[in-house]
Nanobody, 119 residues
Framework: VQLQASGGGLVQVGGSLRLSCLAS????????MGWSRQAPGKRRELVAEVDNDGLLHYVDAVKGRATLSRDDAKNTVYLQMHSLKPEDTAVYYC??????????????WGQGTEVTVSS
């Protein structure tokens, strides 16, 4: 299983961005996808995720500013954010919950894409 994240970069305060994450699963089922982030000197935190039933969850810090969407045909999840703030600066990691043929589930993480919000 490989997760390829893209879309990070330098953005001005108040700007917007879209992160993409492509999952290569070799036929395993994806039961959920999402994004977490880790700011310098801080613990990794969940930003947004969608489960297999399509239920969305957002951390309070991004509610109203972020939209998570999933394209199952492309095995891709997108995180659209607007009204960016300096505190959104972090490395963003894509996550996928993968179910094997035996029914067990494991979390897989992408390599991370850096987002810097600058004034």
């Amino acid at each position: 299983v490989q997760l390829q994240a893209s879309g990070g970069g330098l953005v001005q305060v108040g700007g917007s961005l879209r992160l993409s994450c492509l999952a290569s699963t070799r036929g395993f089922k994806i039961r959920g996808m999402g994004w977490s982030r880790q700011a310098p000197g801080k613990r990794r935190e969940l930003v947004a995720e969608v489960d297999n039933d399509g239920l969305l969850h957002y951390v309070d810090a991004v509610k109203g500013r972020a939209t998570l969407s999933r394209d199952d045909a492309k095995n891709t999840v997108y995180l659209q954010m607007h009204s960016l703030k300096p505190e959104d600066t972090a490395v963003y990691y894509c996550k996928a919950v993968i179910e094997t043929e035996l029914g067990s589930r494991s979390d897989y993480w992408g390599q991370g894409t850096e987002v810097t919000v600058s004034s």
